[in-house]
């Protein structure tokens, strides 16, 4: 079950990872509050889905292009079919602050504790700590990764061996055939860092090993998830498709690990 950008987030489903069918849209209009905290604002972006406290969780993204006027919103539900009971937005960024709320995914960590990891540009990827209700937790905002100002977003954490992983998208996305959008990683022992890659490079410095890059048909791919299915596990990210004009496509590809515990994707 997925959940996408686009009207009301609507939804589409697969037993297999191949074959999808359409899903309901997780709202069947905006939350009343989009409208109040985020003037401009139409359809919301980059859903995450996930399990935790007894319910599952939807947080999305309420921005305008390019604007750091931007709300992460919450909501629950009891189980995998149903309506979504929104909760409102868990955080928010305005115009100079050093963060901007668009693009959540949770991490829930070995002790339980869930985390909120979020972030576009400006001054890279936060954290923020949520209690079981799927609430936040205190006012403090962790960094976990920057490029200086440079493009980096679409955070999204696993754990595996030891080890929290954390990809997120370099460089342009959302522009055709003409998107530069590249994946890159680092890990760390602790889920709020410090992560590096596999040259030691700080993820806080720029750091952020290459995992995926477009080829001549599939450009920009990026804004990445991984999933794990017992022992094997697939890299599920979005790409433009060159030869259909520039179309966003949804990719699935094999994720392997090399000896060292790096991940390999398979191809765009």
């Given at each position: 079950?997925l959940?996408q950008?686009?009207?009301?987030?609507?939804?589409?489903?697969?037993?297999?990872?191949?074959?999808?069918s359409?899903?309901?849209?997780?709202?069947?209009?905006?939350?009343?509050?989009?409208?109040?905290?985020?003037?401009g604002?139409?359809?919301?972006?980059?859903?995450?889905?996930?399990?935790?406290?007894?319910?599952?969780?939807?947080?999305?993204?309420?921005?305008?292009?390019?604007?750091?006027?931007?709300?992460?919103?919450?909501?629950?539900?009891?189980?995998?079919?149903?309506?979504?009971?929104?909760?409102?937005?868990?955080?928010?960024?305005r115009?100079?602050?050093?963060?901007?709320?668009?693009?959540?995914?949770?991490?829930?960590?070995?002790?339980?504790?869930p985390?909120?990891?979020?972030?576009?540009?400006?001054?890279?990827?936060?954290?923020?700590?949520?209690?079981?209700?799927?609430?936040?937790?205190?006012?403090?905002?962790?960094?976990?990764?920057?490029?200086?100002?440079?493009?980096?977003?679409?955070?999204?954490?696993v754990?595996?061996?030891?080890?929290?992983?954390?990809?997120?998208?370099?460089?342009?996305?959302?522009?055709?055939?003409?998107?530069?959008?590249?994946?890159?990683?680092?890990?760390?022992?602790?889920?709020?860092?410090?992560?590096?890659?596999?040259?030691?490079?700080?993820?806080?410095?720029?750091?952020?090993?290459?995992?995926?890059?477009?080829n001549?048909?599939?450009?920009?791919?990026?804004?990445?998830?991984?999933?794990?299915?017992?022992?094997?596990a697939?890299?599920?990210?979005?790409?433009?498709?060159?030869?259909?004009?520039?179309?966003?496509k949804?990719?699935?590809?094999?994720?392997?690990?090399?000896?060292?515990?790096?991940?390999i994707?398979?191809?765009?």
């Amino acid at each position: 079950m997925l959940q996408q950008t686009g009207p009301r987030l609507h939804g589409k489903r697969s037993t297999n990872l191949i074959d999808w069918s359409g899903a309901p849209s997780a709202f069947s209009t905006n939350p009343a509050w989009v409208a109040r905290d985020v003037p401009g604002a139409t359809d919301p972006w980059a859903p995450d889905l996930s399990r935790f406290g007894g319910k599952y969780h939807l947080y999305h993204s309420a921005s305008t292009f390019g604007s750091q006027s931007s709300c992460i919103g919450h909501a629950t539900r009891d189980s995998m079919a149903g309506s979504w009971t929104d909760h409102g937005p868990v955080i928010c960024s305005r115009r100079g602050d050093r963060y901007n709320a668009i693009d959540p995914n949770v991490i829930v960590d070995q002790a339980g504790t869930p985390w909120l990891v979020f972030g576009s540009l400006w001054d890279g990827i936060r954290a923020v700590q949520l209690d079981q209700s799927g609430a936040r937790v205190g006012a403090e905002v962790h960094a976990l990764a920057s490029r200086g100002g440079g493009a980096i977003e679409a955070p999204f954490v696993v754990r595996r061996c030891g080890y929290y992983y954390l990809f997120v998208s370099f460089d342009r996305c959302c522009s055709g055939t003409d998107s530069t959008y590249n994946i890159r990683v680092g890990r760390s022992e602790n889920v709020l860092g410090p992560y590096v890659d596999r040259n030691g490079a700080p993820m806080l410095n720029g750091g952020g090993g290459l995992v995926l890059r477009g080829n001549e048909r599939w450009r920009g791919p990026g804004h990445n998830a991984v999933l794990f299915n017992g022992k094997s596990a697939n890299n599920v990210f979005h790409a433009y498709d060159a030869s259909a004009n520039g179309a966003p496509k949804l990719r699935v590809s094999e994720l392997a690990w090399d000896s060292a515990g790096w991940p390999i994707s398979g191809g765009p």
